[in-house]
């Protein structure tokens, strides 16, 4: 299980703007046993967030993927 807002306090922001753009992603993530565990462990070892926080870059089922913080100001 993933607490966003646990791993967002232990990177120092809050990373649920990066996984809303995918219905039901984060609840994916949060719920119990609704997981595939491969990817979970794939994901973990290939997230990279961007120092300025600006992007996340991580591989799911051997492709790459980068998520953009879109400014809204």
Do not use: C
Not at 20 to 32: I, N, Q
Not at 36 to 54: G, T, Y
Request: hydrophobic share 40%.
């Amino acid at each position: 299980m993933l607490d966003p807002k646990v791993l967002g306090n232990m990177v120092g922001t809050d990373i649920r703007q990066y996984f809303t753009y995918l219905p039901g992603h984060p609840g994916l993530l949060a719920s119990p046993g609704t997981y595939i565990k491969e990817w979970v462990r794939e994901f973990f070892a290939s997230v990279w967030i961007a120092p300025d926080h600006s992007y996340i870059h991580f591989a799911l089922a051997g492709t790459d993927y980068r998520v953009t913080v879109v400014d809204t100001s």
